[in-house]
Nanobody, 123 residues
């Protein structure tokens, strides 16, 4: 059973950068599109970035476009989210999620979820 394990969260100041990692434990990402989904207290989940299985397609929400970059290394079964110019409104739990359909991933229809990593951005 493949499990998604996130790491890299923490407490940073506005303007700083963080890189989140998601590793497929006990298996591979073969055939899966991967997304980073965040949820802030009192807010709905938001798909902030997604990358297709082969890496040829990427998607970013308007709130992070130009600041976040998603990438994947299928050999190492790892997906990254590079977050630059962080803002206090980026504070949330960030989840790594996987789904077989690209359109499904963009709308939050995931097959697998990690447990999340907390990112806190202070002003």
């Amino acid at each position: 059973q493949v499990q998604l394990v996130e790491s890299g969260g923490g407490l940073v100041q506005a303007g700083d950068s963080l890189r989140l990692s998601c590793v497929a434990s006990g298996g591979t990402f073969n055939g899966y599109n991967i997304a980073w989904v965040r949820q802030a207290p009192g807010k709905e989940r938001e798909v902030v970035a997604a990358v297709s299985w082969g890496g040829g397609l990427t998607h970013y929400s308007d709130s992070v476009k130009g600041r976040f970059t998603i990438s994947r290394d299928n050999v190492k079964n790892t997906v990254f989210l590079q977050m630059n110019s962080l803002k206090p409104e980026d504070t949330a739990v960030y989840y790594c999620a996987a789904g077989p359909r690209w359109t499904g991933v963009l709308t939050g229809a995931m097959e697998k979820w990690g447990k999340g990593t907390l990112v806190t951005v202070s002003s």
